[in-house]
């Protein structure tokens, strides 16, 4: 049997270690570690290529990074917003840009450079505070968030070239930023604007970022606008955007295969396992095989998820109030259910 295993973290498990465990059910299948933008990306990535996860601090903010054989990886531990926090004007990504630049500098003139952008929802300056962390200079602050790009003139980014070389850069954002726009009525700055409503600063604001996107010569395009425009960043160096699944995916050559195993904490119909499981339903679609899920707790019924691209669903435990999923799931325990799923998912 040709079985790809690509599942989020469970409870207290990795992406990786629960790969491991998933993988023991059908020995000789390939493992891919994965995770979400600002979801696990980070462990996940570093796991996939072989690195060791670093971790610091980028000012005041948690930060990681990770390098090998070419390949160096940046990005922030912080929490998603709640999407209807406002618009931070004051906002920077500027911790964004200067863990990229510890970690270029670790190992400099790499042939790939992936920044995961997630950090950049908790602000909203397109971007200009990563470029500064990497060493652009304006005639105005690059780190005073949106509202300190008003009157901008010019900017330079040789300085970010030189650092970052030739090296293919990549911008990890949520699957669901996927077709953010930077401007205009489906811009950030209409999405974001809560419901204190100052139209003259609206407009005001989605004017700065047209200023600054055209001094970066990006035009407005799907995804420019994803994690407060810290995409239009990554666009600026001639990158482009990808989801993390996706990206774990690209290193698995095209082949077919006879099933696909995935795994998350919560399977319900709310979050729908999120990214991870998502990508793994759509590459098993693509290979004509079905999709399974063992998930800490499965809270969807078999017609629902049939309509997200899985064939079945196992829990770990069967309801919460056996014990919480938060309370961490062990191996052992994991591959108890492992072992029963695959008698029936082998031949």
Known sequence: ??????????GALTSAQAGRVLAEGWPGSTVVPAGGAGAGFGRAYADLIGAELITGMA?????WWAARDGVVAAGLEVARP??????????????LGEVTATALRAQPRPRRLVIDCAAGALAHDGGAGLLAGLGATADVPLDGGVAGLDGIGSVALAPVRELVGDAEVIGVIPADQAGQQLLGLRGITSVRRGSA??????????ATLERWAGLLGVADRAGAGACGGAALAVLALGGRLVAGPELALESVPERRLDLVVTG???????????EVVAAAARVAERSL???VVIAGEVLIGGREMRT??????YPVRASAADAPVTDGIEPDELSAVVRRVARSWRW
């Open 264 to 274: 998350c904490g919560v399977f319900d119909f709310a979050e729908r396992g999120g």
């Open 82 to 95: 709640a999407d209807d926090q406002g618009i931070p004007y004051q906002g920077s990504t500027l911790a």
């Open 59 to 63: 000012g005041a903010t948690p930060a």
């Open 197 to 206: 409503v100052d139209p003259e600063r609206l407009l005001r604001t989605d």
């Open 289 to 291: 095989c079905p999709a």
């Open 1 to 10: 049997m040709q079985v790809l295993v690509i599942t989020d973290g469970i």
């Open 308 to 313: 997200l691209g899985i064939e079945s669903a």
